[in-house]
C-alpha cells in the first residue's frame, strides 16, 4: 500500500471530506495538522507550493487538496496510485 499523507486543519471541511474519502477507501494515512504544529505549514508550502489545507501527497507526489483527490478518484486513477508502492 502506498505512503500517504494529509495536511489538514481542525475546523476545515475540505479536510474532513478528503479524510472520509481516504477512509472509505479503507487508506491509512498520516494526517499532519498543521493548526497544532505551524511550522508544519512551512514545510507544506515547500512541498506542495500551496497554502491552503488540505493537502495530499501519496508516495511524497503532491496531489493537491480536495477537489484534485476527487477528480483523480472519478478518473480512477485514486486506486491506482494507492495501490502502486
Sequence with gaps: MSKVI???SAHCPYCTMAKQL???????????RVDQHPEKRQE???????????QIFING????GYTDLV????????DVLLTNN
Excluded: A, F, H, N
Design 6 to 8: 494529509i495536511y489538514s
Design 22 to 32: 481516504l477512509d472509505q477507501k479503507g487508506v491509512s494515512y498520516d494526517e499532519i
Design 44 to 54: 507544506m508550502m515547500q512541498k506542495s507550493q500551496q497554502r491552503t489545507v488540505p
Design 61 to 64: 507526489k503532491s496531489l493537491g
Design 71 to 78: 477528480d483523480i478518484d472519478r478518473s480512477g486513477q485514486l
